[in-house]
């Protein structure tokens, strides 16, 4: 039997779902973050390498979206992540952009927007068409609208508020609680942030703290960092048919209702949460690269084949 593994490496940990050849849920597995380029090499190669472990089928296919890209992998940086670990007898990795709109299931005009640890939108006018993107500068030049803008954005109006060189807010006792240090003494957040750097992803776990803080400073901060993320994909739309399908994804539009209302209000359109996970398009993706014609949907998350599911 043929064996089809989808795997969404984002900037924060990965996910992957391995099916058989009808689309039907095999395995789940997840681990750390695939993205070379953040976490280097060899810890991507770990988190594919615990991946793999949590499978015991031999894999047909493989496709795997990748926070690290934006457009197709050249060999050798696939072989580097995957050799020895993963060498199916197809096998390519894209961005992680690519597998959400494989996730959406569209023939015609799709795009994406994308809002987990770092931010970035993607569209194209049909299904073999090209994709453009915009975003994804990362977080020293870009991704407006990320976890880490909106926990960078949270984290210096709390140490304002202890300062009280801006306004007084909840954010500054969840700063000190999240990072385990006394209202008393801030400067302990010095050594904690520079000594060494924290990793982006590291900072970006403190928006969590933002998006559940109910007081106006917060409540302000969630709203100009999604209106940011708008501007940014409103440009991409700009170049896409009108009324082109527009899907979200990433934990910001996941764990937060308010995120989302104040991005799509920010946009002056609706949309939804994806379909069905990315994992799923990168399932789909693989499945491709074995037969070009083979147009199983993925199933659902729940494991069940989506062929006769309403679509949610």
């Known amino acids: 039997m043929h064996y089809f593994l989808g795997i969404d490496g984002g900037g924060s940990d990965t996910r992957a779902v391995l099916t058989g050849a009808r689309g039907e849920a095999v395995a ?7 993205n070379y380029r953040s976490v280097g090499l060899d810890n991507a190669r770990r988190s594919l390498q615990s991946i793999m472990e949590q499978f015991n089928f031999p894999v047909h296919a493989a496709f795997i979206g990748n926070a690290a890209l934006s457009v197709p992998a050249p060999e050798e940086e696939l072989r580097a992540l995957c050799g020895g670990i993963l ?6 990795m894209d961005s992680d952009l690519f597998i ?3 996730a959406m299931d569209v023939q015609g005009p799709c795009a994406v927007a994308i809002a987990g640890t770092g931010s970035m939108a993607a569209g194209r006018a049909g299904e073999a068409g090209h994709i453009l993107t915009m975003g994804g500068w990362g977080w020293l030049l870009g991704d407006e609208g990320s976890g880490f803008h909106v926990a960078w ?8 508020g202890l300062e ?3 306004p007084q807010t909840a954010l500054s006792e969840a700063l000190c609680r999240h990072y385990g240090v006394r209202l ?5 957040l010095i050594d904690l942030f520079y000594g060494p750097p924290k990793e982006p992803r590291e900072i970006a776990a403190f928006a969590r703290e933002v998006l559940q803080c109910e007081d106006q400073i917060a409540r302000g901060i969630v709203s100009r960092c999604a209106a940011s993320f708008a501007e940014t994909v409103r440009a991409l739309l700009r170049n896409l ?3 082109t399908k527009l899907g979200l994804w990433g934990g910001m539009f996941q764990n937060s209702a308010a995120y989302r209302e104040a991005f799509c209000a920010a946009l002056g359109r609706e949309a939804d949460l994806l379909p069905v996970a990315p994992e799923w398009g990168a399932v789909r993706a693989a499945m491709k690269l074995d037969t070009p014609r083979r147009c199983a949907p993925p199933p659902s998350e729940e494991g069940g084949c989506m062929e006769n599911e309403q679509r949610r």
């Open 153 to 160: 954005e949270g984290i210096r109006a709390g140490l304002r």
């Open 100 to 102: 959400a709109l494989e």
């Open 184 to 188: 008393t003494s801030p400067e302990e």
């Open 164 to 166: 009280s060189s801006g």
């Open 28 to 34: 789940f597995a997840g681990a750390g973050s695939l």
């Open 87 to 92: 060498e199916p007898e197809y096998l390519a």
């Open 241 to 243: 048919p009108d009324k």
